[in-house]
């Protein structure tokens, strides 16, 4: 029996970038360790195949007989795991839009790539991620399993241009960031493609370029100064720009919600990734004033300031 891998890939959030860092925005993407998935093999001894490892490993090895793969993969062990049980012991939830693919394809590619990891950059990282992860959204920027990966915030500050940051220390206060459970799952591939058929009308694109990524770059550049004041603010245009340009990513049945937030300042909403369900991502300079107003909604703080 092989013996066992335990080794844990955390999910992710994007805090900020979401659609606006596939133009020309900044980015800024954290891990979240309450999820996380391990490979594992069946404890029962029934050497079930993984359907999902099975369709990926096809995938992989598609990439290798073309030579597409950007690295040096053992897909000779990954098949024969596969065949003795092999799966991806996961409580990340799928279509949540916090990097579930990302894990299991960074899970993956520690164990069966076969370079001397040390000498792989980030930005050669994050290219092997984006072809890898393309089998289940069919494209992908390769950041999702470069978080897991690395285990480590990243800053975007544009395409070719990523790296590891520090996540300032806040002052201690009531207000925090949180998510919100919408309590449904969305697939990522057709909002994303929803965003690009957008961005071929010439005003959206220009929305997005002029206003959408300032904005994006001013919280991120908030954040990182731990100046919340400003986060705030910068946070409520994003939220209104959002609700007035991205209607379809937002659930029907949190528009209002998200419309009452932006009226009472008691919280603001974004979307948590492409939007369409799973988690909306909220601020508020009152944690436990936010927990009373919505409290017939599953709310996780993220970090208190």
């Known amino acids: 029996m092989p013996h066992e891998i335990e080794k844990k890939f955390y999910s992710k959030v994007i805090l900020f970038g979401e659609f606006s860092v596939i133009q020309s925005s900044m980015g800024l993407v954290i891990p979240y360790t309450l999820f996380d998935g391990k490979l594992t093999f069946r404890r029962d001894n029934t050497a079930v195949m993984d359907p999902e490892l099975k369709a990926f490993s096809l ?18 062990s990954f098949e024969f795991d596969i065949s003795q049980g092999l799966y991806f012991d996961s409580t990340i939830p799928q279509g949540y839009g916090v990097g579930s693919s990302g894990a299991l394809v960074a899970a993956i590619f520690d164990r069966y790539e076969q370079e001397n990891h040390s000498t792989l950059d980030i930005a050669k990282l994050k290219k092997i991620f984006s072809q890898m992860e393309s089998h289940f959204h069919g494209a992908s920027s390769g950041v999702d399993p470069l978080i897991s990966y690395l285990n480590s915030p990243i800053l975007i500050k544009n395409k070719n241009d990523l790296g590891s940051v520090t996540i300032p220390k806040f002052p201690k206060g009531k207000g925090g960031i949180f998510l919100l459970n919408t309590k449904r799952s969305r697939k990522t591939e057709p909002l994303v493609n929803l965003f690009l058929e957008k961005t071929k009308n010439e005003r959206f694109n220009g929305l997005c370029e002029n206003q959408l990524t300032p904005i994006t770059n001013d919280c991120i550049k908030n954040f990182l100064d731990a100046d919340m004041k400003s986060l705030l603010e910068n946070f409520k245009k994003l939220s209104e720009f959002q609700f007035e340009h991205f209607s379809p990513m937002i659930p029907t049945l949190y528009r209002d919600l998200w419309v009452e937030g932006i009226k009472s300042n008691d919280y603001l909403l974004k979307l948590c990734g492409a939007g369409g369900g799973g988690f909306l991502m909220g601020i508020t300079s009152d944690f436990q004033k936010v927990k009373r107003v919505l409290s017939a909604h599953e709310i996780r703080l993220l970090l208190s300031f």
């Open 59 to 76: 995938f992989i090895k598609q990439l290798i007989d073309s030579n597409q793969l950007n690295c040096q993969f053992d897909i000779t």
